[in-house]
């Protein structure tokens, strides 16, 4: 995924899903950071 493929949502009607999913990425980081998921990549 390049960055304007990432940053597309933000200009179009799917911020709200853009947002949604960038809220989840911050919740699986934050879980990782505390230990409670292993990474398997």
Do not use: N
């Not at 949604?20 to 911050?26: I, P, T, V, W, Y």
């Amino acid at each position: 995924m390049t960055s304007s493929q990432f940053a597309l949502p933000l200009l179009g009607e799917d911020f709200h899903g853009f947002y949604r999913f960038a809220g989840l990425l911050e919740l699986i980081r934050k879980s990782i950071q505390s230990g409670d998921i292993e990474v398997q990549h």
